[in-house]
Every structure is written in C-alpha cells, then in structure tokens.
C-alpha cells in the first residue's frame, strides 16, 4: 500500500515524452510509407470486408498493455488485424452508397490541423483558424455561385461541421426558436416540418432531437413520374391543412440529390411555398451541390437564392476526406439565439466588441477542429479547374456504365441518371416470379467476390441496384471490369443473350 504523501513514482525514475520531436519525425514517416503502402496495394484487397462480427476479440489481448510496444508492432496488428476487417472505401471498386473521396492535399490539410490540435471555440482561441475558415466558406460559396446573402462579405455567413446531420440540427433548432418566439414557448406541439420519402433519414433524427412531435414530421410521398422529388403541390396542401388544423408549419428540407436515387427537389417552387408560410427552407445538397461548381449542373442550385440555408459535403465528392460539412445560412444571428452560450471563463474582450465570429455559437458543440485547412489545400493546390474536371470525369464514367446497361436487354435504367450515380435493375423478358429476388441474388453474387462493392435501395417500391461512381482512384478500366463481373453473374442467374 502507498502512502497518500508519496502516491507517485519520483520524476527522476520516469521518462516519458509523448510527443518527441524526433520521435515523431521518424514515427510519422514510417506511417507515412505505411499508408503509401496500402494505397498502392488497394486493388489487392476484397473492398467489401469478409470477417464475421466480433472477429477482433479473438485477433487482441484482452487488455491494453502496461509496457510500451513499438510502431513496428502496432502497424502489424493494423496490417494484420485491422485491414482485414475494414471495407476498403478508398478501392477503386467502392461503388457503394456516395463514395467518400479523398487527395493528397486533404490528407496533409489534416495532418496541419491535427497538429495545431487548437480548440478554438471562440475567435481569440485561435483567431487564424476561424478566419481562416470564414474566408474558405465565402470562396466556396462564390464557386458554388451562392448570392451574397450567404456569404461573409454579404449579410450571411458559413461553417463548417462534421455531418449534414449537425447542419440539419442546427438549422432546425434556428427555425424553432423563431416559431417559438410567436406562439409561445409551450407550443412545441404545433409546430409542422417538412420533406419527403426520399429526404434522408438523419432528417426525422434531427426533428426529433429538436423536439419536433414525431406525428408532427410530414413525409410526402414522391412518385416515380416526378423522378421521385419532392411536389411542391403537395407541400402547399399539407401546409394548408395543417393551419386549418391549428398547426404552424416552420420548415422544409429540400434536396438536391437524393440518397437513393440523387433525385432533386423543386428548389424554386419549394421556395415559393415556404414564403407563402413563412417557414424556413433548407437545402441538403450533401452528394450532388460539390456537383454544381461546373457550369453545367449549377441549374439544380437555382432557387437557392431564396433559401435560408444550404450544405453540402465536400467529404462526399470534394476530396476532403471525412468529415466536412459546409452549411451556409443567411441570418447566423438567428443559429446563435438558441446556440449560443456565454460562461465567464471564456469571456474576452474581441468577443464582447461583437466584432468576431466565435463559432461556439453556431454549433452543438463547443470546441471544434480545424477543419477549413483541409478544404483550404484542397481548393488550393488543385485549383478549380482541377477539381472540376474531377467531377466530370465521374459523371463520364457513370454515362458510360448507363449506356453498357441499357444496351443490355436483360437490365433496365430505373430512374434517369443525373449525377454519377447508375439506378438499374436486371429485369429479363417474362420469366422470373420476384424480380427483386432475382436482383438481391444478383447483388449478393457481385458483392461476395470482393471484387467489387455496390448497394441497393428500394424507390417507388422498386429494389434496384445503385452503381455509384466516385471513389478518388477509379479509372474507366474498373467501370468496364465491374460491368464484365455484373454480367457474369446475371448469365450465371438468367443466362447470357
Ligand atoms: C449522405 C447524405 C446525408 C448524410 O450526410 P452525413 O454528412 O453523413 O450526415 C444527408 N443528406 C443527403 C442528401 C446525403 O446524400
């Protein structure tokens, strides 16, 4: 038993740095070549993992260490216990759900904002940092062709969070707060949202966290004639009668760019509505707004304008590397009312001048990374230009996979193509009983090669495959190698033509 006066080991018997300048030069190079390694490798492993659940309790120790290990050590058990065990999103054969895509100049973004480690969740806590990150919001908002109204040097401003999911909250707790001030604090009750069967399903999460009554959350039904966006006839009609029934519609989520099926929503129209009621109108533009910065797909932002916030995540089709989560909204005032906090001890004199952002007040959170140092190098040390032609040549691959399909006459295209992403089934001439049996057989078949990763969703009551192309490495070779493998096991299932 030790004393309670001497508790611990004297310092002259401890040596301890964890964080030795030449340590980590030479550590973090060798993490370096280890990671080089696997990206260079990737094409080897299965993209879909094989192991079953719970296979890491049997690959470890039951608990840590009390002795060091060396890096050596540690990168065996991540080459060997680990990589087996992830889904390898970074293959060029990940055509599942949105590929997450990534860059060289991401990764170092993120080594530079991991190694300040700052907290910043006020101005004076790092004041580059949250510069940094409102000058990175305005260069995106103007690339994305944004009104000004969104912008810092407008009357609107930007940040940038972790998930759509947090962007959503947010914009919803501003929009509560504002209904509340008119009906009163007790009338959470009758308080109205909006969005579709297809908006995602981190939406009704929000609302629900944001105390909106769960039979108060109206999903609208879509229909496959409309491309399943959302109708803003219906909209109208739902706000309609739930004023009649002495309810207060606040908000609407539209999309650009549907998770199933990147179906996008009547921006204008919706905004025309929303005005009507005066509620609030968000757009999730979480895959398909890093679309937009090419000329050509700008039209789906048009409405945008009128909107009273937007997001989009670069970590989806930008480069970034999760997380990063743009929301850009018009009256950050209006997130800071029920957001912002104020306890004495972090209390400063640039903060009280009322001449600062300290994004604390924007967020759920408080403390927050540095995260615009990554879309900073992105956009930097690719430059638009580059960064658009990445986008094109996606959505080049995705025509290309769209044509081999449709010339099959095994498959059909379930909706149209906009983005990069390919919604289609097999569905041959008469003979098969439950064509979504056939096509979870056929998906089942593709993905346990490992060859390739894709997956499926159900639209219109449809069960249809989704191709989406995207992952940073693909190369047409890969498209065409998938569309070799998926035609191999629709012969295998149906026979070839
Ligand atoms: C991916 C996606 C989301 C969820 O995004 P997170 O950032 O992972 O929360 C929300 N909406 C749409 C349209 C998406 O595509």
Redesign the pocket.
Known sequence: MGSLDSPFPNSSEVQFHPLDPEEFRKQAHQTVDFIADYCKNIENYPVLSRVEPGYLRDCLPAAAPHEPETLETILNGVRNDIIPGMTNWLSPNFFAY?PATVSTAAFLGEMLCTSFNSVRFNWLASPAATELETIVMDWLAKLLKLPRSFMFRGTGGGLIRG???EAILCTLVAARDRALEKVGKDNIAKLVVYGSDQT?S?YTKACQIAGFLPSNIRSIPTLADTDFSLDPVQVMRAMKADVEAGLMPVYVCA?V???SSTAVDPVKDLADVAERFDTWLHV?A??AGSACICPEFRQYLDGVERADSVSI?PH?WLLTYLDC?CLWVKKPSLLAKGLSIDPEYLRNKPSESKSVVDYKDWQVGVGRRFRALRLWLVLRSHGVANLQTHIWSDVRMAKALEALVAADPRFEIVVPRRFSLVCFRLNPPGKFDSVDELNRKLLDSINSTGRVYMTHTIVGGVYLLRFAVGATVTEERHVDAAWKLIKEKADALVGKI
């Open positions: 949105f998930t759509t999911s995602h981190t999309t760019g549907t998770t999730d979480a895959y995540s989806k989560c």
